[in-house]
């Protein structure tokens, strides 16, 4: 049974770039949320989608944009990148009704 | 808006102390609240989880976690820690979304 997965594991970009993130959830899953855990921080909620719709949004700003596929697969976008945007992205997966989330090793997005 | 509270940010312990993190959240109603582990290297695990019913809660490899209501807080536990429970602990309560404290540093020394 494979567990969350994401890509790439690592990324390096520049400032004013745009960058996507992919997450493939775990079987079964078809519930997924975005987080981004900065350095000594614990994750901060970015968005979730349900049914290829974002369902619940936390505190970012709009160059925060996803899309879930009808395989339940989802992808982060983030354009105009900041310094600021240096973080470790994760991607959770969950059923609706259990909360529980699986998350996957992440995405460590550095912005130079 | 809901926030977490983790008193420590690092905890150094010998092997086989008893350990207890705190964790209070910061408003009431009906929450489900949380305790993730991420061991070096490894992805975020759910340790144990409160939803409702007895308020302590048991979870993976010897840990549980008690959910006092009047004091909003849901402290993890356990009675005799091992040199593999070292790791980053994560507190987590979901009211509308899910919302996680900074995290602990719990270093155990052989």
């Known amino acids: 049974d494979a567990g969350v997965t994401q890509s790439p594991t690592h990324l390096i970009k520049t400032r004013g770039q745009q960058v996507t993130l992919r997450c493939s959830p775990k079987?079964?899953?078809?519930?997924v949320s975005w987080y981004q855990q900065a350095l000594g921080q614990g994750p901060q909620f970015i968005f979730q989608?349900?049914?290829?719709?974002?369902?619940q949004r936390g505190n970012f700003p709009d160059r925060f944009s996803g899309h879930q596929f009808p395989n339940y697969s989802s992808e982060l976008n983030v354009n105009a990148l900041l310094l600021g945007d240096s973080a470790l992205y994760l991607c959770a997966s969950s059923l609706p009704a259990l909360y529980e989330q699986y998350f996957g090793p992440g995405t460590r997005l550095t912005v130079t | 808006a809901q926030s977490v509270s983790q008193h420590n940010h690092h905890v150094i312990l010998s092997e086989a102390a008893s350990l207890e993190l705190g964790c209070n959240y910061s408003y009431g109603g009906t929450v489900n609240l949380f305790w993730y582990v991420q061991y070096p290297g490894q992805h975020l695990q759910l340790l144990l989880k409160?939803?409702?019913?007895?308020?302590l809660v048991k979870g993976i490899k010897g840990f549980e976690a008690e959910f006092i209501k009047s004091k909003f807080s849901f402290n993890l536990r356990k009675p005799s820690v091992q040199w593999s429970d070292t790791a980053e602990y994560f507190c987590?309560?979901?009211?509308?979304?899910?919302?996680f404290g900074k995290g602990t540093r719990l270093h155990i020394l052989p």
């Open positions: 409160y939803f409702s019913g007895d308020p």
């Open positions: 987590a309560v979901r009211d509308d979304k899910i919302i």
């Open positions: 989608y349900y049914e290829e719709e974002e369902r």
């Open positions: 079987s079964g899953h078809d519930t």
